[in-house]
């Protein structure tokens, strides 16, 4: 009875899988339309934060800095809350739904903090020195509970799109393959896309029209995005909520450590449980030798029963080589992770302190009255990640791929150590800059004083723009390799989870930041040398702190070369010669 039932089981598993079709581009422009609509309400909502924090709430800029990264932090940490909610329990159609609403409802609260007086301080005078009324505290709690449904809902979005995205396709096909891989390039086109707009489009009518309809803009945007994903509800693919692989990990774990006093005999997988089920869609791994404790899980007692299909009878006394070597994955992932999420904490600061270097640069086109607003001058940096993309596409790889021999012409983490080169170039570029824009202001004729700040040095605002190309360059290179690294070296079950590992690191990056401002704040107030980050810059020495993060970033370049060196990718047992060997070849390059 229980074989027939098995049988029975995986027979309607089977009829399940076939009745799902897959309309692929047919259902992109709901996806992608979504995504547009959605990034550009999210990014246009959070993009010009800091500089509405300091010109609205009239907070300082050290303080601004800090609650824009840890808005950012909590953001990036909550995707991996989202993850294991989408897996475990609602799938990603249900938490993109709530978390698309989520964000609406908080685009809508941020604009009425713009829109209702009572829901912000009054304005503050424009002469240096004049005392601003700071914000009550429920005008603080209106503000937190709308950056609260914004982090919510950017936490459900940022692990679930992607993937829902790529569910659209079928991945048994060449063409349902060579579909998530042109889903992939516009994903991050649409992703560009928003951020360029904001920061150029949006930011300049928040800064110089209106907030009131420069944080409304966002909102009407988020609303349409809802209006689009909704729209093709019936035609999506919906994958059900599987169990999150946070429970396969710790089974693994906790098994071993029952087990920790039996002896792994041999190096090789003889000998230990190999069982992998009839629907059992991950690719399958070789066994490796590294973490050799894990292998534990996988010894099999007399104690250890087994059902009529092979698998084990108690789940919490017996795992797979399989299961084991997809925790291994995760580990071996760990030490990379933590060192590449780090590039993260000085591309934080191109997204705030340049900007106040901006408000205090002359900001003017030519000799016209024109300026670029402040916080547009990130498009420089996403335009430095948008051009160099494809010239890294069609023309570095080709050129490399002729030397390594290699499909991608450099490893992932080759990819990745070369941004955080970069990126360690263009804080050194940032402190050389900003030690030339103090000394022009104090030795030079001013151009005015800045709200709040001081004077604003004659120098060209352009200057700002090489350090922020360099971290743009860096991101395309740090960055996409980081996505494309976690999203290749976990097993596929995992992809969600990867997803969000790599937000969590760009929140540690946020977190970080916020300690550092912090910390070098608070210690060099009270020096004989004077505070390094001051209202003023031209009384502060921000250089000194940009050489400081460019000396942190140069130890975890050290360090990340360390673990890049001892990483093994994944080896996976080819099962299809056309679809399997192409990813083998590349999964088996070491660094």
Not at 1 to 14: F, L, P, R, W
Not at 325 to 352: D, M, N
Not at 453 to 469: A, N, Y
């Amino acid at each position: 009875m229980e074989v027939e039932k098995a049988k029975k089981n995986t027979t309607e598993d089977d009829d399940d899988e076939s009745k799902i079709i897959y309309r692929g581009w047919k259902v992109m422009p709901f996806i992608i339309g979504n995504e547009t609509f959605e990034k550009l309400g999210i990014v246009g909502s959070s993009s010009n934060l800091v500089i509405y924090l300091t010109t609205v709430f009239n907070m300082k800029s050290i303080t601004a800095a800090t609650v824009v990264n840890i808005y950012g932090g909590t953001s990036n940490f909550g995707t991996i809350v989202a993850a294991f909610l989408c897996d475990s329990y609602f799938g990603r159609y249900k938490t993109l739904s709530f978390a698309m609403i989520a964000c609406f409802l908080g685009s809508v609260a941020m604009d009425l903090t713009a829109v209702v007086n009572q829901l912000h301080p009054a304005k503050c005078a424009k002469e240096v020195g004049s005392v601003c009324k700071g914000p009550s505290i429920g005008q603080i709690m209106f503000l937190a509970g709308a950056m609260v449904l914004l982090v919510i809902g950017a936490g459900g979005i940022r692990p679930c799109n992607l993937p829902f995205g790529a569910d659209q396709f079928n991945p048994k096909t060449k063409e349902g393959k060579r579909g998530v891989d042109s889903f992939f390039n516009w994903y991050f086109f649409t992703f560009t896309f928003a951020q360029m707009v904001s920061l150029t489009l949006i930011v300049y009518v928040q800064s110089n029209v209106s907030w009131s309809i420069g944080l409304a803009i966002p909102a009407i945007l988020m609303l349409l995005g809802c209006i689009i994903f909704f729209a093709g509800s019936k035609l999506y693919v919906k994958v059900k909520a599987s169990g999150s692989p946070i429970h396969s990990i710790t089974r693994v774990i906790v098994v071993a450590i029952k087990k920790r006093r039996l002896n792994v005999t041999g190096s090789s997988s003889e000998g230990l449980y190999n069982y992998l089920a009839k629907d059992f869609k991950n690719s399958k791994l070789s066994h490796t030798n590294q973490f050799r404790f894990l292998d534990k899980a996988a010894i099999q007692t007399p104690d250890d029963k087994l059902n009529i299909d092979g698998s084990p009878a108690d789940v919490w006394k017996l795992c797979s080589v399989q299961q084991v070597e997809e925790v291994k994955c995760v580990i071996r992932v760990l030490p990379v992770w933590l060192s590449a999420a780090l590039f993260y904490l000085a591309y934080i600061q191109q997204t705030t302190y340049t900007i106040f270097q901006s408000l205090q640069s002359d900001r003017r086109l030519g000799s016209g009255t024109f300026q670029i607003p402040a916080g547009s001058y990130m498009v420089f940096l996403m335009l430095g990640m948008t051009i160099f993309i494809p010239i890294y596409d069609r023309v570095l790889v080709p050129f490399l791929r002729k030397y390594t021999g290699r499909d991608s012409g450099i490893t992932q983490l080759q990819r990745v150590g070369a941004g955080m080169f970069l990126c360690i170039t263009s804080m050194l570029v940032s402190a050389f800059v900003e030690q030339h824009r103090r000394t022009v202001a104090l030795t030079r004729p001013t151009l005015g004083v800045a709200p709040r700040k001081g004077s604003i040095s004659s120098m060209s605002g352009m200057w700002l723009i090489p350090q922020l190309v360099l971290m743009g360059i860096g991101d395309a290179l740090a960055g996409v390799g980081q996505m494309e690294f976690y999203y290749k070296q976990f097993p596929e079950n995992m992809r969600s989870f990867a997803g969000s590992l790599y937000y969590c690191g760009i929140g540690l990056s946020s977190y970080l930041s916020s300690f550092l401002l912090s910390a070098v704040h608070d210690i060099t107030e009270g020096s004989s040398a004077g505070n390094w980050l001051p209202e003023d810059l031209n009384k502060g020495r921000l250089e000194y702190f940009y050489y400081f993060v460019a000396g942190m970033m140069t130890l975890n370049f050290a360090y990340f070369l360390l673990v890049s060196h001892w990483y093994r990718y994944k080896d996976v047992v080819a099962r299809d010669k056309d679809m399997d060997k192409p990813s083998n070849e590349f999964d088996k390059v070491s660094v």
